[in-house]
């Protein structure tokens, strides 16, 4: 204590172990070892959370460490994690499956089957990262992080926030074209925090628009740029992190004085700053100061705008949390999952599973100016994110460690798109041209039956858990029974137009697997198929063939 005294708190002290199988730890603190694996364990005592990660390897464990290839930085460091752990990765995915993942991934769609066959037939040696660096400067690339980016922004219609379609499509266009020239992210993020004059003519303010309460501002800001939940610390100390009642308020004093009013227009709101207000601390009702989290409090000029000092140090290297919270992000959007995770839950009790590879991956953004191109070439070309989905004795029950890749459900938008790719049919949604992709939309509160089933987001909230990735019946009985494929693959033609075209049944099964698999099929799934065509009349058989090859867990996941 600061008087020179000690205590021992243990008895008072909570223990908590995030992975009981590997290391349980007893009310007392004392650990027991189970299972190879990993835990973190975390003590909790009045405001004070600390913890430490623990390795658990069986004495008995067999393992000669196998020599790997590093492509870059991302694979030394998890490769250094894998030793750790007496773990070896999975083999290299093949042409077919990274083709595939690679599309989807970078560009919401499959490749074409002409796109498939010429990556397949090409002997370069360096042609995957070719492709990588090919598919980085596509449009939709950047439609699919605007979409990300839009759920993050909370971009939709909402009349009680005063959000009209107007303003919501001026916002997500003023994003897209932000990502499209490839902006910084850095720069973007002060553009948003900084913002002020008409939700019309500087669409960024709108911002300030989509959540008008401060508090909730705060907390968003915090989770969004920088990884954080502080929600809790609004009525409270944070249970199980550091930050305190009196830091969430300081915090929150930074947009104390964002003023809103209306525009001539009744559609558009103003927002600018007003130059006075405070926020009282809930207890003993004082104004406080604003201080950035976990760092100083920063000098700020009087009639200076207080978003514009949060905004240079929250953009910043200063700040510890920014990079490494964005660099997480586009990790997880490439292996299903962040280093930390939850993405959005950053705190000292969830720690992450790679410290030195998200350090890295953090300086590497810095280095990069943040500019997330950069960063998503580092991640793909290494060898960790083109593994294969087969696993291994020592692997096969890794969660966390990225020594395989894993099987991730195509989220809502993909799905949708990648059915009308495949049958050559056109989208229809509210406010966007016939034919628009789904990942184009700017609405959040624009949906239809299949979007909402399969778990799009409705920008309601920030939080990362509004994308619902997971398979469930609903999802299934719609593809089985519901007319999204039936009535696509009719109106498509595409296997009526290759019969006229003169395509033999075989040919067109082919072109069938690479439309939906991005590969041709095994010998016997061949042999198979053509054993149950009628030779006369082919067609309805073959789109019996399409209808199973959209409905497969092959074709719904990228693996």
Known sequence: YSDGTTRDVTPLTVFQSSNDVSAAVDEKGLVTAGSRGEAFMMARFNIFTVGIPMVVIPEDLKYQKPQLPANNYVDSHVHNKLHKLRMTPSEVCSDDVFVRRLYLDITGLLPTFEESAAFLADASPDKRSKLIDKLLEKKEFTELWVMKFAELLQIHTDDNQGMSYKATLLYFNWLKDRIANNVPMDQIVKDLLTSKGGTFTNPATNYYQVERDNLKITENVAQVFMGMRLQCAQCHNHPFDRWTQ?????????????????????????????????????VHKKPMTPKFLGDDTPEIPKGSDRREVLAEWLASPQNPFFARNLANLVWAHFFGQGIIEPVDDVR???????????????AKFTEYNYDFKKLVRDVCNSRIYQLSTKTNASNESDTRNFARSHLRRLRAEVMLDVISQTTETKNKFQGLPLGAKAIQIADGRVSNYFLTTFGRAKRETVCSCEVVMEPSLSQALHLLNGDTTNTRIRQGKVVESSLKAGKKPDQIIDELYLRCYSRKPSTPEKANLLASLDSENPREGLEDVFWALLNSKEFMFNH
Do not use: C, M, T, W
């Not at 559609?267 to 926020?279: A, D, F, H, K």
């Not at 000292?348 to 953090?362: A, G, I, K, R, Y």
């Open 348 to 362: 000292v009790s969830n720690p992450p599973s790679n410290p030195e590879l998200l350090d890295e991956l953090s």
């Open 246 to 282: 009196d830091e969430y308020f300081s915090f929150a004093s930074f947009f104390s004085q964002v003023g809103r009013k209306r525009a001539a227009d009744p559609r558009e709101n103003i927002i600018y700053n007003r130059n006075s207000g405070e926020i009282n601390h809930p």
